[in-house]
């Protein structure tokens, strides 16, 4: 049984936020992508002032996940007018679940999942949605196993790479 916990991160935290976000980032698509893209991503992305300006936006919230005092992943969840595609102002976004690439296979991501599921339903949203690259197949197949089904795609900049993610969506039933 994985020992973990969940918490909320808060401005504290945005030193720990920012390296897992990038270490998550890098190991999850530097197989696909340029350095140099990679790291102008990183750089304006994921920098302490934009971390710091999404922890405080009252319409976002982050999680961390540790595993036995580890932390080996993180959450982002938006809704309202913080949404990244603001399709239904009533729906609620997970815009990010990121983890260690040596915890992949561990249950993690499920259990991360879950708990945006769960305060996302709180919510009382149309549909929670989120976005994820076409490239991924591991990601997809993952969200399709959870009931998300694709509606639309978008663009997204990577440096000077144009690249796809694909919108996915799980209908929310009283």
């Known amino acids: 049984m994985i020992n973990y916990t969940i918490r909320k991160v808060n ?3 945005v030193i720990q936020l920012q390296e897992i ?3 998550t980032f890098s190991e999850t698509f530097v197989e696909h992508n340029t350095e140099e893209d990679l790291n102008n991503y990183l750089a304006n992305q994921l920098s302490i002032e934009k ?5 405080n936006n009252l319409h976002s919230a982050f999680y961390f996940v540790s595993e036995s005092e580890k932390l080996v ?3 982002k969840l938006n809704w309202s007018i913080a949404q990244t595609e603001l399709i239904d102002e009533a729906a609620f976004e997970i815009e990010r679940i ?7 296979g561990k249950g993690l991501g499920q259990i991360l999942l879950d708990h945006a599921i769960t305060i996302g339903k709180a919510q009382h949203p149309t549909y929670i949605w989120l976005g994820v690259w076409e490239l991924n197949t591991r990601a997809i197949r993952f969200y399709e196993k959870n009931g998300f089904k694709v509606f639309s795609s978008h663009l997204f900049t990577l440096g000077n790479d144009i690249q796809t ?3 996915m969506k799980l209908e929310i039933t009283s």
Request: no cysteine.
């Open 98 to 104: 990121y983890i260690r690439k040596e915890y992949f």
């Open 73 to 75: 992943g993180y959450l």
């Open 21 to 23: 976000s990038r270490t």
């Open 51 to 55: 971390l710091l300006e999404e922890i």
């Open 11 to 13: 401005e504290e935290d």
């Open 165 to 167: 993610d694909l919108l």
